[in-house]
């Protein structure tokens, strides 16, 4: 079943961005589960990797995106408050105090952080939430900072649509948002800045969505050139494990992206 798998983040200090992830992500249930000289992934205790830490493929530094926004889901109020104090503990610096967001939502308790890459990350708990939720699913949304919101929903639309994933949110003077149909999280925008200022993507960042088979890939990879997107490497085997298939784009901003699904 095809779906949001997760995020790469660029880093340039190992040392320091390990310190920061690995404090900040443990009160939200994400442990380390790769620890290399420069490489980092966090996830579920016996799961997969959601959060990878890597040096940019171009060798150049890594940067913050303006718009670009990680958004992990939090089993309660107090491990939102956790995330908040340990991050700040640990090298990031405030974006947001916790607390409610009702403009967000009655039941939206949030706070917010930058890493020391300046990426910026939220933990939100939604206040009655099953509980189960947040050990099901580490993510509530990711935003993509976009300048032109109609040539992003023109190639989001067909591209997600390659994946079997519809368009759930709809606000055509802030964002559109994609995910499954029906379902609440986890959910990935193409969103307008809130400083007002241009969009800018991030060197080092990836968003990555899990495909039913390499016929998806495909189709996702051709969707995004026929509609406004360029190519990041055409679909076909990755090395990175038996069965990889994946093939990677850029949105009209530049905002990379991911799909894969591992065969056998």
Known sequence: MSGFAGVTLGANDFARARAFYDAALALLGLAPLVAREAEAGYGRAGGEAVLSLLRPFDGLPATWGNGTHVAFLAASPEAVDGFHAAGLAAGGSDEGAPGLRPHYGDDYYGAYLRDPVGNKLQAVHYLGQDPALAEAEPFSHVTLGCNDLERARAFYDPVMAALGLARVVDEADL??????????????????????????????FEAMWRAGSPAEVEAFHAAGLAHGGCDEGGPGPRPYREGYFGAYLRDPDGNKLHAFCIEG
């Open 175 to 204: 964002s559109y948002g994609y995910g499954a149909a029906g379902s609440r999280l986890p959910w990935v925008y193409a969103h307008r800045t809130f400083d007002g200022r241009p969009a800018t993507w991030a060197n080092g």
